[in-house]
């Protein structure tokens, strides 16, 4: 008995330290998420690990961001994780398999095919986000819900590394600045 109180005595304070530092980590900071469903291929496989960063009141949440959150769906617990594609104020708008963003053709590289549906414009309120997945046509995102808006509160993370699996490890990919502001209108075909 007396080894085993030597090594609880030795052990017990690191072993709960790092339990109190893992929970705060997880619940305030970081925490791994699983993706269930195909809606943001091919960015995003079903099945992948993911890292999001959890600190949503310092988050500076920015078109084209991968973002986890509880959807405006009643009664639904589940965490979806998808695109964000408008901002408070933003007007957004599908027609002709593309996305316009206050006026303006978005280039998506990331997106899986053309849209082929036809949606908006609608003007996203303060405080409140929409969403897309990358497979826009097999995606029950912000175009489909009867509220298509997401509020502030309901976000969990922003998504910004995959760690499973070992061959696609890394930050995903996200729009540069330039493809995510768009391109006039009037250019567009």
């Known amino acids: 008995m007396q080894p085993f109180k030597k090594w609880l005595k030795e052990w017990l304070p690191s072993l709960l330290a790092a339990a109190v530092l893992s929970f705060t980590v997880n619940t305030y900071v970081a925490q791994a998420f699983k993706v269930p469903t195909g809606s943001m291929e091919p960015t995003i496989d079903v099945q992948d690990r993911l890292i999001m960063e959890k600190m949503v009141s310092l988050t500076d949440f920015k078109f084209g961001d991968v973002v986890v959150f509880y959807p405006p769906l009643e009664g639904n617990k589940d965490k979806f994780v998808k695109r964000l594609i408008g901002l408070p104020g933003d007007t957004i708008e ?44 097999d995606s029950y ?49």
């Open 94 to 137: 599908i027609k002709n398999g593309s996305l316009y963003r206050n006026g303006r053709k978005v280039d998506e590289p990331y997106v899986k095919q053309p849209m082929n549906y036809r949606y908006g414009p609608v003007t996203v309120p303060a405080g409140k986000y929409f969403f897309l997945g990358d497979n826009r046509n």
């Open 141 to 189: 995102d912000s175009h489909l819900w009867p509220t298509p808006f997401v509020d502030r509160k309901n976000l969990i993370g922003k998504v910004l590394f995959r760690y499973y699996p070992f061959n696609h490890i890394g930050l995903l990919p996200m729009p540069d600045s330039a493809s995510a502001s768009g391109t006039p209108a009037s250019s567009a075909p």
